[in-house]
């Protein structure tokens, strides 16, 4: 089944306790994305990447890295997590990273940074 | 000003009636419009793309207004299972690395 996971679902950590977040799609898509999503603010893009050993930064990369070493795998780093970055986040693919891609999200992960 | 602006909802109505909402961007260049769909706490999927000429899914039609920066959307005989956010996104250039989400409305459709 073509898809985009996420692990953990869900995850309560502790300020300054770095975290991965690990994202794979089984569609050979050339693009991945990382999003939060807050209420009222709707999806803001953290990271992207065009393909492997190509990312860039979105509209809200600060806090956050990430790396493309594999094409189906693009991890999210929180190095030191801090309770403004309590979010729901979602990963998404799509074939080639062109405006009229259809996104494809993974089920998300909902963090909480006490 | 937002880039993209959505009325947040809630929009409440009963099945079986015609529900529409609006979208407007500010960015004139935008290239790509759709509408995604998101149930409760769980991932976008897209309900469908716009385009210039508007075009219809089912009970579904979007329309793009590029004078006026809106799209729209309408939903005819509108059923319980539609109940969800509905998502408006805009694609400023052709990367998909410019792509901007709204925060969506939330329609819930009573019995």
């Known amino acids: 089944e073509a898809q985009v996971t996420q692990n953990p679902r869900y995850l309560i950590t502790v300020t300054g306790k770095k975290l991965t977040v690990t994202c794979s799609q089984n569609?050979?898509?050339?693009?991945m994305s990382w999003y939060r999503q807050d209420p009222g603010l709707g999806l803001r893009q953290i990271y992207y990447?065009?393909?492997?050993?190509?990312?860039d930064k979105g509209d809200v990369p600060e806090g956050y890295k990430v790396s493309r070493k594999e094409k189906r795998n693009f991890p999210l780093i929180l190095e030191s997590p801090s309770p403004n970055q309590t979010s729901l986040y979602f990963c998404?693919?799509?074939?080639?990273?062109?405006?009229?891609?259809?996104?494809?999200f993974g089920p998300g992960t909902r963090l909480t940074v006490l | 000003r937002k880039e993209v602006e959505q009325d947040p909802g809630p929009f409440n109505v009963p099945e079986g009636a015609t529900v529409a909402f609006n979208c407007t961007y500010s960015n004139s260049a935008s290239q790509s419009f759709f509408w995604y769909r998101q149930d409760c706490r769980k991932e976008p999927k897209l309900l469908m793309s716009?385009?210039?000429s508007g075009n219809e899914d089912g009970r579904f039609t979007a329309q793009l207004n590029r004078a006026s920066q809106y799209i729209s959307l309408l939903i005819r005989d509108s059923k319980l299972s539609d109940s969800a956010t509905y998502l408006c996104v805009v694609a400023k250039y052709s990367s998909a690395s410019k792509i901007i989400f709204g925060s969506g409305t939330r329609l819930s459709i009573r019995p």
């Open positions: 569609m050979n898509h050339e693009y």
């Open positions: 716009v385009y210039s």
């Open positions: 998404a693919s799509s074939v080639q990273g062109t405006s009229t891609d259809t996104q494809y």
């Open positions: 990447s065009m393909n492997v050993e190509v990312t």
